[in-house]
């Protein structure tokens, strides 16, 4: 097989992200993918994993997670989902060896999975997915779990030391929920996906939490350390007694781990270990401070496993973290801002990092930098996301709006989009290629352009830019 075919066969196998509408307990089944994996020797057993899962900051706080275990000498296996512009983004390795010799720089996704390696992956399991789906009892292998697979087959032969994993969707019923975990942590959880998880809080917890389990390897009883961002109560409380049936050591941020927030993306925090003052994180918004110190109590609660992690490979870790689309800044003059803000909580805290981080000269700021005279939105939407909601917490912060789809089968149309934005001047256009010519055609030097509402569409604009 070559690249081109291997992204084909991969695409041949039903991609639950591309389709709006599924039945959620009926299309997922953990016993599928666990049954798979028993074929092919179940490689995640030979790993060390970090599980992650949460509606808003997952990705983040794997990605900080991975670089202080980077920064403290480890090879780290990475996971996330879903990419920007490459498949390849998914399944990376980092550590402090590689990216010396790295040709690339960290921006292109460091780490990430050649195109011969994720070829040869797939050549190595195809008979063995091929033989599966025919006998299979629960169904045919989707593309996220044959992925998920080819991540884990490809961690154990490069021998990572440690693999940070980031759910799909949800958790209890996530092909990430094979594993075996260390530890595994939960970011804030809110309303999404609520006609598969449920539409109470206490539902999408349950389903988050449901990667907490105890386990048993060659008759010995593990338990993983457990960290909670800071949660609503009725979350909180579905956390914690999920815990409680495991017998499982939980930590919780804001009341075991305690952090303090200052000027410029300064993070103070006293863990479970030590504490750690003038910590520097450069990924823009409040909500990533909350993210690092999720992170630095997954790190301190592997101390339960005895692995110590330095303060200055937390301290170096957090501020080296780069993580594309999430209040990513790409172009100066005009400013432009790639955020994947794409539910209610997410453009919240999206609208508060934008009003903390840069101002408007129009509206009493001055012309220096980390001021804008006007902001030109750029949205595009999943038809299953609340976009009444995420338009009206958008809708202040915007002085034009350029409406747009990503070439997904889940793209909102834009006129539907545009309902929420009467009264601004706002254009409707049927590709992020056109958005973005058209956001270029309007912007002066002086202007901010806030590409946001979709992974989908921000990874497409990226790619346009870049």
């Not at 008979?127 to 154990?156: D, H, M, Q, R």
Request: charged fraction near 25%; aromatic fraction near 8%; include cysteine.
């Amino acid at each position: 097989m070559n690249y081109p075919e291997t992204i084909q066969y991969l695409e041949s196998f039903i991609n639950y992200e591309k389709i709006p509408v599924w039945p959620y307990k009926e299309s997922l089944k953990l016993e599928r993918i666990k049954g798979f994996l028993a074929i092919i020797d179940n490689p995640q057993e030979s790993l060390k994993c970090i599980h992650i899962a949460g509606t808003k900051g997952k990705g983040s706080t794997c990605a900080f997670v991975t670089y202080i275990l980077r920064e403290a000498g480890f090879s780290v296996g990475l996971y996330t989902s879903p990419h920007l512009s490459d498949f390849r983004e998914r399944i990376r390795i980092l550590s402090l060896q590689s990216s010396a010799f790295s040709s690339q720089p960290a921006e292109v996704f460091e780490g990430m999975i050649s195109e011969k390696g994720l070829t040869r992956q797939v050549e190595k399991l195809k008979p063995a997915i091929e033989g599966y789906n025919k006998k299979s009892s629960y169904g045919l292998l989707s593309f996220f779990e044959v992925y998920t697979a080819l991540a884990f087959t490809y961690f154990k032969e490069q021998k990572t030391d440690f693999v940070v994993l980031e759910t799909g969707l949800g958790g209890r019923l996530d092909a990430t929920n094979a594993v075996n975990s260390l530890v595994c942590a939960i970011t804030p959880i809110s309303y999404e996906h609520t006609q598969k998880l449920g539409n109470t809080l206490a539902e999408i917890a349950g389903e988050k939490a449901g990667i907490i389990k105890n386990y048993r390897l060659s008759d010995i009883s593990y338990r993983p350390v457990v960290i909670s961002a800071p949660q609503e109560p009725e979350a909180a409380e579905v956390i914690r007694k999920r815990c409680q049936e495991q017998k499982v050591k939980l930590y919780e941020v804001g009341k075991d781990i305690i952090y303090r927030i200052g000027k410029s993306q300064d993070l103070s925090v006293k863990g479970i270990l030590d504490e750690y003052g003038d910590l520097k994180v450069r990924i823009l918004g409040e909500h990533q401070l909350i993210n690092a110190t999720v992170a630095i109590g997954v790190v301190e609660a592997l101390s339960a496993h005895k692995i110590k992690v330095k303060v200055d490979a937390i301290r170096k870790g957090l501020y080296n973290t780069i993580w594309p689309g999430r209040c990513e800044v790409i172009a100066q003059k005009p400013l432009i801002i790639l955020d994947g803000a794409q539910n209610v909580a997410s453009a919240r805290v999206l609208k508060k990092a934008i009003r903390n981080n840069f101002s408007a000269t129009n509206r009493g700021g001055s012309d220096s930098d980390g001021k804008y005279k006007r902001l030109i939105l750029v949205l595009g939407i999943s038809k299953d996301k609340d976009i009444k909601g995420i338009v009206r917490e958008l809708y202040d912060l915007a002085d034009t709006v350029i409406l747009t789809k990503a070439n997904n089968p889940r793209a909102a149309e834009p006129r539907v989009l545009a309902e929420g934005f009467k009264g601004k001047e706002t254009y409707l256009t049927e590709s992020v290629l056109e958005a973005k010519k058209q956001a270029i055609k309007l912007a002066a030097e002086e202007d901010l352009i806030l590409v946001c509402g979709s992974l989908f569409v921000v990874g497409e604009y990226r790619e346009k830019v870049l």
